[in-house]
């Protein structure tokens, strides 16, 4: 029914997490994500993890938006609560987190 | 208790009814045998339904007509329970299971059952005087009948039938839905009522065999009336009146428009009551449609809480969609369902669009939203979508995920559960 891309599933990673195979996302991939968000606001995504979030103009509510990209992906829900709060500030930070969030 | 009867039913028994193929009239429809009363009569097609309705008009037996697919073991069971005789009605053939509990009839009652979008339908009280809302001479017409039986949105358009003279019927079954278009140009269909989803359906499958239907009326109403689908519809049929109807099983026909625009005028809420005219009185609280109306099932008179919320734009008031789905709060921010999917109608390549809340980190909800494009001015992409919402919506409002879909989804009641 739906034409939504999965694509990124091919050469994903992945563990077995009991009976269920759980697919992950390479920080590459989560990259691509991310700057598939900024391009539907008309940005791009600078190349250097160091990247100031506030100075591309990357909020809370993309943050948000790609978490439900990578949800998407993998085909499950992310656990927000396992890494515990820290600060986001720089692309990099976006990146490990997620990366984190997945293996959670 | 008895129900009161209105005396002008059957003044149309001379019109032509079209049904599974044949042309006949309500007059040489087939018989049903003598319905046990009260009955709930079950049915698979159009024929049928309007077979039982006849047969209520002339022996003002207590009915309840609807789909047997509507209606499911459990409930089959309530309405023995209730006192019903559950009648599968097929063609000449019937089968009936008594009811188990025996009452008196309510001689002229009709009960109608709710769409039951928010819940177990619930069965709604009528007489065939009070779902007569349309009660002035009507022009000679041949009205479409696409709603399935026994909702309140069918007997609108069958009481205009049985009541009036020269206003023909076209039954569409389900089979039918996909190539509507085709059977009405055939039988000369000068009016047709739907719902937005089906106005959209059709138009998605095929626009030029819709606008070869000699439409003069069009209606719409069971769900909420985007501005996008009025001016599609007057660009097809330049010369049609259009009309959308808020209309619903409890309050009956209260609100119709016919100046081509969505929403009704901010004007018509709390308007002085006129004893001369059947006018409904509107009001709105906390952001809720609140409806007193003439046309009310059995023991809803009075104010009755429509469920349905509503927003002011400009000097029109809109009917978003239910209040206990339309309002999406993002991060703090609220924000109506209803708003964003007329947005996303608006935009030229869309045909069809379902707006939702999406559980996200940090904001707690999200705008997500089905789209289905139209086939002629596609391909869009979702990033197309997200530059025409942003410069038309707050960002806490623009869908931030949307999913493309091949088909516009349709149920039985011909709403999509927008």
């Known amino acids: 029914m739906s034409n939504t891309s999965c694509s990124r599933l091919q050469g994903m990673n992945s563990h077995a997490l009991g009976s269920v195979v759980m697919a992950e996302l390479t920080r590459e991939q989560i990259r691509d994500l991310m700057g598939a968000v900024m391009k539907a606001q008309g940005k791009t995504l600078p190349a250097e993890d160091s990247a100031d979030l506030r100075e591309i103009g990357f909020r809370s509510l993309d943050f948000s938006e790609l978490a439900l990209r990578v949800e998407d992906e993998i085909g499950d829900e992310l656990n927000f609560d396992a890494p515990g709060l820290r600060q986001i500030a720089k692309v990099g930070d976006v990146l490990d987190f997620i990366e984190q969030l997945q293996s959670a | ?57 002339v022996h003002g037996t207590e009915l309840l007509v609807a789909t047997g697919s ?6 089959r069971e309530e309405l023995g329970e209730s006192g019903f005789a559950v009648v599968i009605a097929k063609g000449d053939e019937h089968s009936v299971t008594p009811a188990k509990l025996k009452r008196v009839e309510e001689s002229g009652r009709v009960w109608l059952l709710t769409s039951g979008s928010t819940g177990r339908p619930k069965r709604i009280g009528h007489t065939l005087e009070s779902l007569t809302t349309v009660t002035t001479q009507q022009q000679p017409r041949t009205w479409l009948l696409p709603y399935a039986p026994g909702t309140y949105a069918w007997w609108q358009v069958v009481t205009i039938s049985l009541t009036q003279a020269d206003q023909g019927l076209v039954v569409i079954e389900p089979s039918e839905l996909e190539t509507w278009p085709l059977i009405a140009a055939e039988h000369g269909v000068t009016a047709a009522s739907g719902t937005p989803t089906f106005w959209r359906q059709t138009i998605y499958r095929d626009t030029e065999a819709l606008a070869k239907v000699p439409l003069e009326q069009i209606t719409l109403g ?44 901010r004007a018509w809420l709390d308007r002085e009551p006129d004893p001369e005219s059947e006018r409904p009185f509107l009001s709105v609280d906390k952001d809720e449609l609140i409806i007193t109306s003439p046309h009310h099932g059995a023991g809803l008179d009075g104010a009755v809480r429509t469920g349905d919320r509503v927003e002011f734009v400009d000097d029109r008031v809109l009917i978003t969609g ?42 707690g909800r999200m705008v997500a939203a089905e789209v289905v494009t139209s086939p002629d001015l596609g391909p869009i992409t979702d990033a197309d979508l997200v530059q025409w919402c942003s410069n038309r919506l707050p960002d806490y409002g623009i869908p931030r995920r949307i999913k493309f879909l091949d088909a516009i989804p349709q149920k039985e009641t011909l709403k999509s559960d927008v």
């Open chain 2, 222 to 265: 069971g769900e909420p009336v985007d501005q996008a689908i009025l001016d599609r519809l007057r660009e097809i049929f330049p010369q049609a009146r259009i009309s959308w109807i808020y209309a619903s099983s409890e309050v009956g026909a209260s609100i119709v428009v016919h100046d081509g625009k969505a929403g009704f005028p």
């Open chain 2, 1 to 57: 208790m008895t129900a009161r009867r209105r005396s002008t039913a059957l003044i149309g028994d001379d019109n032509t009814v079209v049904a599974g193929g044949r042309t006949v009239t309500w007059r040489t429809l087939h018989k049903l045998p003598q319905l046990p009363s009260p009955a709930a009569v079950l049915v698979d097609n159009g024929a049928d339904a309007l077979a039982a309705v006849r047969h209520h008009a």
């Open chain 2, 70 to 75: 509507r209606v499911d073991l459990s409930m």
């Open chain 2, 322 to 363: 239910r209040l206990d789905s339309d309002e999406i709060n993002v991060g703090g921010s609220k924000v109506s369902a209803g708003l964003v999917r007329n947005v996303l109608m608006g935009h030229p390549a869309v045909a069809w669009a379902r707006v939702f809340a999406r559980k996200a980190p940090l904001v």
